[in-house]
């Protein structure tokens, strides 16, 4: 299976692909473009941008988040299919569907943790239960007055103040916000991994992972370059 697109299905689809694709894209050249104006302002002017690493750090953060479902959706996550190589075809099929199995609970683990470190930035409550939620934590301590280091706000600062900082003022952008990133990715990273073992099931899909093939496209590069 090949590290490409699933075709959309749908006009819906094909616009949620397209808008998946253009907010990596665009994340993508935030950070090279915040990078570079910082660049040019301390080695042309002697000045830089006080919070443009840490806007780099949060945007590359919301990337690789982004990504991770995004590989689930196209199929370009590596693995290894040594073993699956020399299944039957049934085999293959049922041990494909088993991984996906212990995919999709991995990844509702870490949707859990992921809400688990993101809620109390935002005011709300943990759930309970190590494992599996049992419920909400009441006595989840509130942490919606916790900045970051120096990115200020762009936007409803006075709302934000009222709503998760008890009128109380923020000098810089509350963390929930850039943290808010770390659930929706797990969220959407579960949510791909889902309709991939269901694509799978299906027999629309062959495997969760690039496969050997990325192994072939290597060695044809390889080999494009020797007798370059």
């Known amino acids: 299976m090949s590290g ?8 819906l689809g ?4 397209h808008i998946e694709e253009t907010i990596i894209a665009t994340l993508l050249g935030l950070m090279v473009l915040v990078t570079f104006a910082n660049v040019v302002l301390r080695y042309g002017f002697g000045l830089s941008l006080l919070w443009g690493l840490e806007v780099t750090l949060i945007l590359f953060a919301w990337l690789v988040l982004f990504g991770i479902s995004y ?65 909400f934590d009441e006595n989840t301590r509130d942490q919606g007055w916790y900045e970051t280091d120096f990115v200020p706000i762009p936007f409803a600062q006075t709302y934000l103040e009222d709503t998760f900082n ?9 963390r929930f916000i850039p943290y808010f990133m770390l659930p929706f990715g797990m969220a959407l990273m579960l949510l791909r991994i889902v309709q991939a073992t269901v694509a799978v099931a299906r027999g629309q899909r062959s495997s969760m992972i690039v496969s050997h093939e990325a192994e072939e496209a290597v060695q044809e590069v390889a080999h494009m370059n020797k007798d370059a």
């Not at 490409?4 to 006009?11: E, L």
């Not at 094909?14 to 692909?17: D, F, N, W």
């Not at 008890?166 to 509350?174: A, F, K």
Request: overall charge positive; some cysteine.
């Open 71 to 135: 590989g689930f959706k196209i199929t370009a996550h590596l693995g290894v299919d040594a073993i699956l190589n020399m299944a039957g075809t049934r085999l293959r099929k049922a041990m494909v569907i088993f991984s996906a199995l212990m995919c999709i609970a991995y990844g509702g683990l870490m949707m859990k943790g992921a809400w688990d470190y993101w809620a109390p930035f935002g005011g709300f409550q943990q759930t309970t239960g190590r494992i599996i939620p049992t419920g």
């Open 4 to 11: 490409t697109h699933d075709a959309p299905s749908s006009k």
């Open 166 to 174: 008890m009128g109380e003022e923020y000098e810089n952008l509350p």
């Open 14 to 17: 094909h616009m949620i692909s």
